[in-house]
């Protein structure tokens, strides 16, 4: 915020108050400031019932969730992840930490979530998992998704990182696939400063996560290592934060929903294409998202400046995986087998817009009147 007039409107700033406060306060004086304290257990224990599985486990962040999950799932050279390719880095280098090759498959252009169509084209002997990212807050089409999975035995990995609370019908993301990973970063739903954590139903994997978070140390006996693992270990401080936030998440999405209706109602007959909610989803609109219709070169960029001078931050949506240079060698497959053409689209068009909890009616209002004038000019 440094250079920017005190009335900039920000992108996503987090919402802390006193509940925070208190229990950060609480865990410093405690003493227990590392990786082991009572508030790494209530967050794990609240997190798992919010999500409906039986295990949550708290790491450092949400890359290195998703890298113990695929990790732990033994994925490594020779297996390939089918992942999307519009989507946080973080996704596609997850899997190309363990060895293992992401194919990149092209996304739905109304969810921005992985097409269940490129996936099934992207399928292929050495295909081992299908990790969907549900994408700025609307989860991934499941169904199909675990239709293709499950028959074959592939691991169904959920990116939740974006998606807290989301849920199709009934259920949450996050107990949708065999693990997920989620993100606790200071721009999420919920945040722990730096944070992620993993759910999942399956006994055996909760106990293999939580040992290879921690060093892969012996249960029995201290200091005695039995394979190559890690420290990924989340802070009692970092979840006493999180204590807090999870007490606040239906809120917090509640806030995130009424921001996006306010949006609709702000720029009706703008040229521009909101996100949207299919039928039977219900999405935490992480970012309200706004897709330039005009397809001029410049045209969203020229957009972001006009809000920028006007005091109103936003971001583009994600480079497609396959636009950056380290990863342009890797597969692509779109519905009609010629590269990811809907993700290219969605990349150069989109935008992602002031979404944070704290914000209130009058400001998204501002924003939208300098959309409008943005887009007229
Ligand atoms: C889709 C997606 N996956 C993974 C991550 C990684 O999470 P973290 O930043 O906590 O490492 C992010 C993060 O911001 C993300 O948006």
Redesign the pocket.
């Known amino acids: 915020m440094d250079d920017q007039a005190p009335s900039f409107i920000p992108i996503a700033a987090p919402v802390i108050g006193d509940r925070e406060i208190a229990y950060v306060e609480d865990a410093v004086r405690s003493g227990w400031v590392s990786s082991i304290g009572p508030y790494i257990d209530r967050f794990e224990a609240g997190f798992a019932r919010w999500v409906g599985v039986r295990h949550a486990v708290a790491v450092s962040?949400?890359?290195v969730a998703?890298h113990l999950a695929l990790h732990a799932l033994g994925l490594g050279p020779g297996d390939e992840v089918i992942i999307p390719d519009l989507?946080?880095a973080?996704?596609a280098h997850a899997v190309l930490q363990t060895g293992a090759t992401p194919v990149l498959a092209d996304v739905e252009a109304d969810t921005f979530c992985i097409d269940p169509v490129a996936v099934e084209r992207a399928l292929g002997p050495r295909t081992r998992a299908i990790l969907p990212?549900h994408?700025y807050g609307h989860p991934a089409d499941m169904s199909a998704i675990r239709a293709l999975a499950a028959p074959r035995g592939l691991d169904l990995v959920e990116?939740a990182?974006?998606a807290h609370g989301a849920s199709v019908g009934e259920a949450r993301v996050g107990s949708l696939g065999r693990v997920a990973a989620f993100?606790?970063?200071g721009n999420k739903i919920i945040t722990t400063g730096?944070g992620?954590v993993l759910t999942t139903d399956d006994d055996a994997l909760a106990a293999r996560l939580r040992f290879l978070k921690d060093h892969g140390m012996s249960k029995e006996r201290r200091y005695f290592h039995t394979e190559l693992a890690f420290n990924y270990r989340m802070t009692n401080l970092s979840a006493a934060l999180g204590v807090a936030q999870l007490e606040q998440a239906e809120e917090f999405i509640e806030k995130k929903r009424r921001i996006m209706d306010w949006y609709r109602e702000g720029l009706e007959g703008v040229a521009l294409d909101l996100s949207v909610e299919r039928p039977g989803y219900r999405s935490v609109y992480w970012m309200a998202s706004a897709v330039v219709r005009d397809g001029s070169p410049g045209k969203r960029d020229q957009v972001a400046a006009a809000l920028k001078a006007a005091g109103v931050d936003s971001r583009p949506f994600f480079a497609p995986m396959s636009e950056l240079p380290h990863l342009a060698k890797l597969r692509r497959v779109g519905r009609d087998g010629y590269g990811c053409p809907v993700s290219a689209r969605l990349s150069a068009r989109g935008m992602n817009l002031p979404s944070g909890c704290a914000l209130g009616e009058g400001e998204i209002a501002r924003v939208c009147q300098a959309l409008r004038a943005a887009l007229v000019a």
């Open positions: 962040n949400g890359t998703l989507t946080f973080a996704t990212v994408l990116d990182a974006e993100s606790l970063y730096e992620g």
